[in-house]
Each structure stands twice: as C-alpha cells, then as structure tokens.
C-alpha cells in the first residue's frame, strides 16, 4: 500500500511535466509566428516624399507624440478656437488641430452652419440646439459641413492632405488625414484610433464612407 501511494505523486510529477513541456512548445511555436508577421511589417519599405510635406499634412504630423491617448469625454471648451489638452483627443481632433494652423476653425465655422441649418445635421445625438462643445468633434457633422462646402471629392486618387472618414465595426464613424508618405501605392493615414496620434497602413482597412480634398488656400 505504502508503495502505490508513493507511486501516484512520480505519475502526476512526469504528466505536470508532459503538460508543461507541450504548452512551452505550443506557446513557442506561437510567439515564432506573431513575431514573422510582425518581421514582415515591419520590412515593408515606407516612400518618403519628395518635397515638403503640404502643410496639413505636416501640422497634423506634428501632433504625433504629442497626442498619446484617446479620451472622448465630452468637454466644455471655450469658443471659438476652443480645444482639449494637445496630450489626448478624439480622431476628429486631428483634423481639427491641422487645420488651426492654417487659420480654419471647425468649431466656428460648423457651429456657425448648424446654427444657420440645424435641421440638415444628423440628429442621432437627441440635441436639439447647437453644441459648440461637442459637435465639430463628431464625425458625421463634419461629413456635413464639408460636404455642404463642396469638399467631396468622387474619385479614388487620394492626395496627401485630403481628409477621409470610414465605418469600423460596430458602426463607429472614423476621420483622418492622408500622408505623404507611402507604403507601395497606399498614402499612410494621420489619426487616432485608441493610442493618440500615429501614422498607419490603414486607408483600405475599413469601409471608406468620404473623401474631401479643401479647396486651394
């Protein structure tokens, strides 16, 4: 009897160990397999422009860094050229802050419109005046006000500095600013989509629903 008992730990210990060994490979074999994917991104050759970045462009660049995290928390701003603290935002705070450098002010200048046209705005907030804290941070009141200013553009040639929005899942609006700079024949996209502002391989990765180019300065 002694023997048995004595026996079962030895039969557990070498199975505990079986068990071990063949998740330490299993996990191995994984982490290989992340890291050749991450490899082959990483490989993949970025086009630098040749010639200086259009100034949208690099204003909305120059975030990057400086913008590290993204907070949608409603917040009461002072108008016009009001804004949140340059370390966090939303994606539409991109587009907004590039476009302060160039002396146009989405919070004014929407603001000014929905007051003029409320009704033609979206309603799927329940507001029932205008907000100048809230909506030129919402995307599909900026797909109105640029699309009432005739900033549509209809083809597919994207150009660095035009603005494009897209449909994530779950039916979140996104917004961002084209690159200048490329990876093949794909303009890298300015943005934040959860970690402050970047720069990403992302203009086919979701469903583009506007593309809007501003007229010459």
């Known amino acids: 009897m002694k023997h048995k008992i004595a026996f079962k730990p030895i039969v557990l210990s070498i199975a505990l160990s079986i068990l071990l060994i063949t998740t330490a490979v299993f996990f191995a074999r994984h982490h290989n397999s992340i890291l050749s994917i991450n490899t082959d ?88 005046q205008p907000d100048t804290n809230i909506d030129h941070r919402r995307v599909p009141n900026l797909i109105t006000y640029f699309t009432r200013q005739g900033w549509v553009v209809q083809d ?24 200048d700079r490329k990876i093949g024949d794909r303009p890298l996209i300015i943005h934040n989509i959860g970690s402050g502002t970047r720069e990403d391989d992302v203009l086919y990765r979701y469903t583009i629903t506007g593309h809007f180019r501003l007229p010459v300065q």
């Open 41 to 128: 991104f990483l490989q993949q050759k970025i086009t630098e422009p040749e010639g200086p970045s259009p100034q949208i462009v690099q204003s909305a660049r120059n975030q990057i860094g400086k913008t590290l995290r993204y907070d949608p928390a409603y917040t009461k701003l002072t108008y016009p050229m009001g804004d949140v603290p340059i370390s966090k935002g939303v994606c539409t705070d991109v587009i907004i802050r590039a476009l302060r450098d160039q002396n146009i002010d989405l919070q004014e200048l929407v603001h000014q419109d929905m007051s003029s046209n409320f009704s033609v705005y979206p309603k799927r907030w329940g507001l029932k």
């Open 156 to 179: 597919t040639n994207y150009q660095a500095g035009d603005i494009v929005t897209w449909e994530l899942k779950g039916n979140r609006p996104h917004i961002g600013i084209v690159s």
